[in-house]
């Protein structure tokens, strides 16, 4: 993350809290103090979301702060106030009820990917906790989030399959976990077909791999629930190469696997009452004269052939291998991220990521986690219609899809339908783990998508109570 304070919250009762420059949230109607009014009238500040304004006092410091917040209050609104407010102690002026919510997004609005810029910005931010906040558990979940997003703004260079890999290590070991990696040719021995065959082309030091953690295993008496993601280090689209256009941002295609081990790590410090399996097949979709080949048919570890008839729908290959090992496991319930298809952001845009489940227990408390966190799902369906656009002539299943069924992002969520575990639930979230818009609050770059959502629901079935 960048160099502001590294504890940006500070205690409700500590004494310095009393000191703090209030923030005030103003809709269009909202009522401005009447010391403030001119001020704001002069200033241009008509409560609209995105505006903020310092007041200031009669020493030349802030008075108070008005932020904008448009018709309807949207504590998300606060992911700004790190980017827009001077250096300084603030409160905010809300209820506990809305506060709450309002502080994680503060906090989730400081991350800022600078790791390789030598000017940071340093406005340092601090405020303090709303009545009943809980530190502790925001702050994990804002660290899991800038996770998620610096794996995936760090270039493609800094984080290939091993880089994954490190990261993987990292947090099993931080939590007791075991770690299982096969990489390279031992794919073939150990039966990941399609993994090493989508990954072969890489150069040797960003050989394909998956990982695998498995956390409290032996506590058969738990539920088992398994993370598994897509772990694209950069996705060129192999030989159906993408064009310049569609390939400048794809260092994002591990996204999914970033959420997942963002997500795993976030399980275990919260000692949720399960058994934890998470899965990454990590691997470069590279171009080179071994690289595999439209009109291929590749094995995979479930059994199922599959025909190539584009090597840029690479993703739902790795992911069959993983989703098969994670059916070893015989999950409860499995959830997977994947940066999966372009047709997704056509089907629901960047900011609105695609649910597919056919349990509607899972779907409705995924879609309840989602609104009562406010981190966005959109549910669509495993439609059987289309499953026949998958069907190939000369193997089991093709990669591609017929023309004909179109909704992409729905063919290829049917595609690892076909390898998801049948032990238990299985939901599979196609997020673009992407801001394309930079606003404040909303850099540019990699965002967590459904992590929080997802968490709320494990949490909910899960949670020690
Ligand atoms: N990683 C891409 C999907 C993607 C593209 C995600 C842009 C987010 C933004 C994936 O590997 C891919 O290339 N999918 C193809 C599949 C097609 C060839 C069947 C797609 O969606 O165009
Ligand atoms: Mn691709
Ligand atoms: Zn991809």
Same mark, same amino acid.
């Given at each position: 993350m960048s160099v502001l304070s590294p504890d940006p919250i500070v205690a409700t009762d500590a004494p310095e809290a009393a000191s703090a420059t209030p923030i005030r949230f103003v809709g269009p109607d909202g009522e401005i103090a009447p010391g403030a009014r001119s001020w704001a009238e002069r200033m241009g500040f008509k409560g609209r979301p995105g505006q903020v304004l310092a007041v200031p006092d009669a020493d030349g410091g802030v008075d108070r702060v008005l932020v904008g917040v448009g018709q309807t209050f949207d504590p998300m609104s606060a992911r700004a106030l790190s980017a827009k407010l001077p250096t300084g102690l603030y409160r905010l002026d809300l209820d506990a009820d809305a506060a709450r919510p309002a502080a994680l997004a503060f906090l989730l609005g400081r991350y800022a990917f600078d790791r390789y810029k030598a000017r940071k910005d340093v406005a340092d931010v601090r405020l303090v906790a709303p009545e009943g906040f809980d530190t502790g558990e925001a702050a994990r979940i804002a660290a899991a989030c800038a996770l998620a997003r610096e794996m995936v703004d760090t270039p493609p260079a800094d984080m290939g399959p091993l880089q994954m890999e490190t990261i993987a290590r990292e947090i099993a070991e931080a939590h007791g976990a075991t770690i299982a990696v096969v990489t390279g040719d031992d794919l073939l021995e150990q039966n990941y077909p399609a993994i090493h065959a989508v990954g072969r082309a890489?150069?040797?030091? !960003?050989?394909?791999?998956?990982? @695998? #953690?498995g956390w409290n295993l032996d506590r058969a008496d738990?539920? %088992?629930?398994?993370?598994?993601?897509?772990?694209?280090?950069?996705d060129s689209g192999g030989l159906d190469i993408k064009s310049a256009a569609g390939m400048r941002n794809m260092k994002k295609d591990m996204g999914g696997a970033a959420h997942a081990l963002a997500l795993g790590r976030l399980v275990m410090q919260a000692g949720l009452d399960v058994r934890l399996v998470v899965l990454v097949a990590a691997v470069e979709n590279a171009i080179s004269a071994d690289a595999f080949r439209p009109g291929d048919i590749l094995s995979t !570890?479930?059994?199922?052939?599959? @025909? #190539?008839?584009?090597?840029?729908?690479?993703?739902?290959?790795? %992911?069959?291998?993983?989703?098969?090992?994670?059916?070893?496991?015989?999950?409860?319930?499995?959830l997977d991220f994947a940066t999966l298809t372009g047709a997704a952001r056509v089907a629901l845009?960047?900011?609105?990521?695609?649910?597919?489940t056919d349990d509607e227990a899972l779907a409705a408390d995924l879609l309840a986690a989602s609104a009562e966190v406010r981190d966005p799902?959109?549910?669509?369906?495993?439609?059987?219609?289309y499953r026949a656009?998958?069907?190939?002539?000369?193997?089991?299943?093709?990669?591609?899809?017929?023309?004909?069924?179109?909704?992409?992002?729905i063919t290829a969520a049917l595609f690892l339908q076909k390898f998801a575990p049948t032990t238990g639930v299985w939901a599979h979230l196609d997020v673009f783990a992407w801001n394309s818009r930079g606003r404040p609050g909303w850099p540019e770059g990699g965002e967590a998508q459904g992590l929080r959502a997802a968490y709320a629901m494990l949490k909910a079935r899960y949670g020690k109570t």
């Open positions: 890489a150069a040797p030091h !960003r050989a394909p791999r998956i990982l @695998e #953690i738990r539920p %088992l629930i398994a993370l598994v993601g897509k772990g694209v280090a950069f !570890r479930k059994g199922l052939t599959v @025909e #190539i008839g584009n090597t840029d729908a690479e993703g739902r290959l790795i %992911l069959a291998d993983a989703l098969t090992r994670a059916a070893e496991h015989s999950p409860g319930l499995t845009g960047p900011d609105l990521p695609p649910l597919y799902l959109w549910r669509m369906p495993l439609w059987p219609g656009a998958i069907d190939s002539d000369l193997a089991d299943v093709r990669n591609d899809s017929a023309g004909w069924a179109q909704g992409g992002s």
